[in-house]
């Protein structure tokens, strides 16, 4: 129960399951505070995550694991605490392992540190030097940064490597069936892509209508009059213009 409030999001109706576990003298594991922290991740409740956290081991007796430092590191770097998670993973007992470093990733691409990026990467690319994810996010803010020789090189450093870089991809499930899609128009055309894009483009004018103005800060390239089209859609045959 637990594990299925944290992963939809309903971290107040965990904490209330947590606590009523607590008073029944049910004691919490550390199957227990992954998922209470993961419901606390989802919400961004730090300080929650925070009480939680140091009252593990002190109050309910279960020694942190990588997976609870990693949570925490997630928690704050999605949060845009970049220091705090940097500080956190540097006194962590354990290693902090890839799962920390790869959350802290994360939060300096969404909030464009590139220093930390840096720093995150270096473990990364020990840990797992042939996980593409890392270098395309590293390519990514260096773009951003106008940096575009570094960029270049990781992208030679991935090829020297062997590093593959799968393309990304985006699924939805409709009755029994899934359907996919994926980056470039790699997955097999579907007979109502017409309608499923006409329908994307009455969506985005709607949202527009609204007041949704797209973030286009994350597009490096110099392409002013594309960079909201390439927002849009992971799936390049699509253009809004032409639905």
């Excluded at 919490?28 to 140091?54: H, K, N, Q």
């Excluded at 090829?159 to 899609?181: K, L, M």
């Amino acid at each position: 129960m637990l594990t299925g409030l944290a992963v939809h999001g309903q971290a107040h109706e965990a904490a209330a399951l947590f606590h009523d576990m607590w008073r029944s003298g049910l004691k919490p594991d550390s199957i227990t505070f992954t998922a209470v922290l993961t419901a606390c991740r989802s919400m961004g409740l730090v300080t929650e995550a925070w009480e939680y956290f140091d009252n593990m081991e002190a109050k309910y007796g279960v020694a942190p694991t990588a997976e609870h430092h990693a949570c925490m590191v997630d928690l704050l770097a999605r949060r845009g605490y970049l220091d705090d998670a940097m500080a956190f993973i540097e006194r962590s007992p354990a290693d902090p392992g890839a799962s920390s470093w790869g959350a802290l990733l994360t939060g300096c691409a969404i909030y464009g540190n590139l220093d930390l990026a840096e720093s995150a990467a270096r473990h990364l690319f020990k840990l797992e030097p042939h996980n593409s994810a890392n270098y395309l996010a590293m390519m990514s803010l260096y773009e951003q940064h106008q940096m575009f020789d570094k960029a270049e090189s990781l992208k030679y450093a991935m090829e020297a490597r062997g590093v593959d870089a799968r393309p990304g991809w985006s699924w939805t499930q409709v009755g029994r069936s899934v359907h996919v899609f994926e980056v470039d128009g790699g997955s097999p055309p579907y007979l109502e892509t017409p309608e499923i894009y006409g329908e994307m483009s009455r969506l985005v004018l709607q949202i527009g209508m609204v007041g949704y103005v797209p973030d286009t800060g994350c597009v490096a390239y110099d392409v002013p009059e594309e960079k909201e089209l390439l927002l849009l859609c992971h799936t390049r045959t699509w253009d809004p213009r032409i639905h």
